[in-house]
Structures are given as C-alpha cells and as structure tokens.
C-alpha cells in the first residue's frame, strides 16, 4: 500500500501540477500477452533464475533469499502466481542463465517483456491525492511513478501474501472448506 501524506512545492508560484503521478501495470496480463505472442521469450523468463537486489537508501542492500526467475508458477498447478521484475534492481545474470538459455537469449526475451509492459493500453496512471491509500497485489502489479516537484511525504505498507491469503480464506469460506485445503 502507498499513502501519500503530503505534496508540498518548494515555490509558492507552483501550488499544482507537482507531477509523481502513480504507474500501474497488471504484470500478469502483460505476461499473458508475452506467452501468446512470443512462448519461447515466456520460457526462458520462466526459467531462468535471475539475481536481484535493491539498493536505494545509503548502506542498505535488500537481496531475496535465493534467485527468483521473472515469471514463478505454482508447481501443481501451473498457474502463474508472481511476477518479479525491476529492471533498475536486477544484478549481473550468473554465469550460465540456465540450461539451454544463453545471455542473448535472455535479454532478447527481456527486451520483448519490456516492448510489452511499456505499451501505452498497458499502462494505469493516477495522480495520487493526500488522504488516499493505493492497495496493490505487488506479486501481481508493477508500480513506478513520474518525476515530481517539490516535497512529498509517502507511507508504505506491506502485508504478507501468506497472512493476506490466510485472512481470505478463514473469511470467505467455511472452516470445512479451508481446513481441506490443507489435508
């Protein structure tokens, strides 16, 4: 969740249009769109494990436990359950991608997702308002914003899918139900 608390000019003269409009794009139908017109580039996504790392704030590194491939499934199902992409926290690729998958080969594939979630009908931008929360999946939905003006003040929050998923159950269906989903 985003909350912008405040967005305040430096100049008086600059009261609106302070720009840091929010960017939404649903990953998995851009990733549906990807598998429909280019299966193999959607593989090799799948595939391939990829490091990544964030590094925005002094002296602080956030690394996943392990490397994750862009696209991840559940492995009964097959259903597509995260996406994980931030091109701008993407470490170097390992030194062989993965089985069969070259580094061209990756980066081509890449470069076609990137062609996908940057397609204007892709893209949900809303200009975020002081008082109003913006609640995303971010296993689903990829998030950025323009640049802006000024001083903004922004409070966070994430929910673990494990809890979120759990309340869903235990609150949407009877405790039968939710019980044999465990057995």
């Given at each position: 969740m985003f909350h912008l608390?405040?967005?305040?000019s430096d100049s008086p003269s600059q009261s609106t249009n302070l720009g840091g409009t929010s960017l939404l794009v649903d990953g998995f139908s851009c990733a549906a769109q990807l598998k429909?017109?280019?299966?193999?580039?959607?593989?090799?996504l799948a595939k391939t494990p990829v490091n990544w790392h964030a590094s925005g704030n002094e002296g602080i590194t956030i690394t996943p436990s392990m490397k994750f491939p862009v696209f991840n499934h559940d492995p009964t199902t097959g259903e597509l359950l995260q996406l994980r992409w931030n091109n701008d926290d993407r470490a170097s690729m390992p030194t062989h991608p993965a089985p069969g998958v070259t580094y061209d080969d990756w980066f081509e594939a890449a470069k076609l997702w990137n062609d996908i979630i940057t397609r204007?009908?892709?893209?949900y931008w809303e200009q975020l308002k002081p008082?109003?929360?913006?609640?995303?999946d971010n296993w689903r939905v990829m998030h950025a914003r323009s640049a802006f003006t000024g001083k903004r003040r922004m409070a966070g929050?994430?929910?673990n899918r494990d809890d979120y998923m759990s309340r869903y159950w235990n609150t949407n269906f009877p405790m039968?139900?939710?019980?044999?989903?465990?057995v």
């Open positions: 608390l405040s967005h305040t429909a017109e280019n299966p193999a580039a959607y593989e090799i204007t009908e892709n893209e008082g109003r929360p913006l609640v995303f929050g994430y929910v039968e139900e939710v019980l044999s989903r465990i």
